[in-house]
């Protein structure tokens, strides 16, 4: 019988750079509360949510993922020529085929890189790390970038005042490479899909059949509302506060580490509130930095987790070489939760 010859990958991966885009629209609480019955107040104390960016038409899914992978392409010093294969995660790219990563891939001039879309929601950016690293390890790409990139403007209720305040829109992208240590540490990760209706699409695309029209959802005005993201808030809080802490844990025990072992903590930006509770479930110590980059960003699903790594970082709040837990959860429902060198 042949033998097929081994994969010759780095012994590790890292991530060596990032980078991100937020929209020029800041969009403030008081634009949301022209069409629901509430207050800046009550949201604030909700969410946690002061600001969040909105894209306008030039700002696509395409546009805003090139310059997020270029920033990140530029802080890990490498050329584009280079990148093996372009992972974009994304809920908000309309268009069923082809993936919207084989555009980006092309306009950051990366060649002939593998390109292709996943769909984990909240947690994409997770799977796409995990796929990264394997790749990297494997020796399929010498580097690869990972893009979390959303529109969720377009798919946002404004008549919701459930969902309403909560979605904004970005990208966050990252370079991973190869690592003579480890510096992406075992990935946690699952689905429970008997919990699947919990945040779903109000309407799915087949229902705009012609023949479907008059069963669709309007909205005050009589017009065909466009489908949208709905969830049931308190069962996705308690949801995220008991299951994914322990989920956070179990990524801590896979890496051989302790909550005193971090420096930075990079959840989800879904809720002030759980993330506030997520800490506090797991005694994270006071000098651990936590990102809360949902205030002025809002939630940006597959987004948020890169878009807050890349402004600790800026800020000088995270530094290069800390050690941070990422976990990403959310629709479907999916989750993905490591241990990472920061670049």
């Given at each position: 019988m042949a033998k097929i010859k081994p994969s010759k990958g780095a012994p590790y991966a890292r991530i060596l750079g990032v980078g991100g885009y937020r929209p020029t629209r800041v969009v403030p609480n008081e634009v949301i509360l022209e069409k629901i019955d509430s207050s800046d107040e009550?949201?604030?104390?909700?969410?946690?949510?002061?600001?969040?960016?909105?894209?306008?038409?030039?700002?696509?899914?395409?546009?805003?993922?090139?310059?997020?992978?270029?920033?990140?392409?530029?802080?890990?010093?490498i050329d584009a020529s280079r990148v093996g294969a372009v992972v974009v995660s994304t809920v908000s790219h309309f268009a069923q085929t082809p993936a919207i990563a084989t555009t980006i891939a092309d306009r950051l001039g990366t060649g002939k890189a593998a390109a292709f879309d996943i769909s984990a929601g909240c947690a994409g950016f997770g799977y796409g790390l995990t796929l990264a690293k394997g790749m990297i390890v494997e020796g399929s790409a010498e580097y690869v970038v990972v893009i979390g990139v959303e529109r969720l403007s377009d798919l946002t209720d404004l008549e919701d005042r459930a969902t309403a305040f909560l979605f904004g829109d970005g990208a966050g992208a990252v370079v991973v490479g190869p690592s003579k240590e480890p510096a992406i540490g075992p990935t946690v990760w699952g689905s429970e899909g008997d919990k699947a209706t919990i945040i779903k699409q109000t309407v799915s695309w087949d229902r705009f059949h012609v023949g479907d029209v008059n069963e669709l959802p309007l909205d005050s005005e009589g017009n065909i509302k466009f489908p949208a993201i709905t969830q049931e808030g308190q069962a996705v809080f308690r949801w995220a506060v008991f299951e994914m802490a322990k989920v956070a844990k179990e990524a801590l025990d896979a890496a051989g580490l302790s909550p005193d072992d971090l420096d930075v903590f990079i959840p989800h930006q879904a809720n002030v509130r759980i993330i506030d509770s997520m800490v506090k479930t797991l005694k994270l110590p006071e000098h651990v930095t936590v990102a809360r980059d949902i205030r002025t960003t809002g939630n940006t699903s597959a987004a948020s987790i890169p878009l807050a790594m890349e402004r600790l970082l800026a800020t000088g709040e995270a530094k290069s070489g800390d050690t941070a837990l990422v976990i990403g959860f959310g629709a479907g429902l999916v989750y993905a939760a490591t241990v990472v060198t920061l670049p």
């Open positions: 009550w949201i604030r104390s909700r969410s946690g949510i002061e600001t969040r960016h909105w894209a306008g038409p030039e700002e696509t899914v395409a546009a805003m993922s090139v310059e997020a992978a270029g920033k990140a392409i530029a802080d890990a010093g």
